[in-house]
């Protein structure tokens, strides 16, 4: 008589890191001073600067992360100045 295989246990899942939610400010260049806030209740996003007091609001949904609104208002901003440059 042989004995039972035994099933093998599965591999342990992987964590994701955290994403940050202090980032560098765009405008005034101070590390750690931009922080974002997601606001559920009424669907908005802030990133506001510490330093400088800049700051940057967007419309959000569920699976809005702090990144994405840092990420938003940098895209906005080389949009801004893509368009200065073209205009002068």
Same mark, same amino acid.
């Given at each position: 008589?042989?004995?039972?295989?035994?099933?093998?246990?599965?591999?342990?899942?992987?964590? !994701?890191?955290? *994403?940050?939610?202090?980032? #560098? @400010?765009?405008? %005034?260049?101070?590390?750690? &001073?931009?922080?974002?806030?997601?606001? !559920?209740?009424? *669907?908005?996003?802030?990133? #506001? @600067?510490?330093? %400088?007091?800049?700051?940057? &609001?967007?419309?959000?949904?569920?699976?809005?992360?702090?990144?994405?609104?840092?990420?938003?208002?940098?895209?906005?901003?080389?949009?801004?100045?893509?368009?200065?440059?073209?205009?002068?």
């Amino acid at each position: 008589m042989g004995k039972r295989k035994s099933t093998a246990k599965p591999p342990p899942k992987k964590r !994701m890191d955290k *994403l940050d939610t202090v980032f #560098s @400010c765009p405008f %005034c260049n101070h590390g750690t &001073s931009i922080e974002c806030r997601i606001d !559920m209740k009424n *669907l908005i996003g802030e990133a #506001s @600067c510490r330093i %400088c007091q800049e700051s940057f &609001s967007m419309t959000i949904n569920a699976l809005t992360e702090p990144i994405d609104i840092y990420s938003e208002w940098i895209d906005e901003c080389e949009r801004v100045n893509n368009l200065e440059d073209d205009g002068a």
